[in-house]
């Protein structure tokens, strides 16, 4: 049984920061992409960070971007999402998600997804 566990959820006052850990299990990850996604009430889940298994192999969309880390932890199975500078529009649910990789490449979208957490909410209020 493949699990990923998010954590670190909360709520938190706009620019503010909260770090969300993401530990899987089942079987190692080494050779896998894994990523972030949230989605907000009443709007599509949207990427918000990947991570090849090649450091330096990421991927942000511009609303995010230089504000959010995401990095991993290969021995311990387990990617976390610094969130630095935060914004009400940053209010979601946030996932975790991996799935095999041949290379170091990562994925955005979320159909080439295939190993899902539950989500862990983040609030951000002014």
């Known amino acids: 049984q493949v699990q990923l566990i998010e954590s670190g959820g909360g709520s938190v006052q706009a620019g503010g920061s909260l770090r969300l850990s993401c530990v899987t299990s089942?079987?190692?990850?080494?050779?896998?992409?894994l990523a972030w996604f949230r989605q907000a009430a009443g709007k599509e889940r949207e990427i918000v960070a990947a991570s090849g298994w090649q450091p330096g192999s990421t991927y942000y969309p511009e609303s995010v971007r230089g504000r959010f880390t995401i990095s991993r932890d290969k021995a311990a199975n387990a990617v976390y999402l610094q969130m630095n500078s935060l914004k009400s529009e940053d209010t979601a649910i946030y996932y975790c998600?991996?799935?095999?990789?041949?290379?170091?490449?990562?994925?955005?979208?979320?159909?080439?997804?295939?190993?899902w957490g539950q989500g862990t909410q983040v609030t951000v209020f002014t």
């Open positions: 998600a991996a799935r095999h990789t041949v290379n170091s490449e990562y994925y955005i979208g979320e159909n080439e997804y295939y190993y």
């Open positions: 089942g079987r190692t990850f080494g050779t896998h992409t």
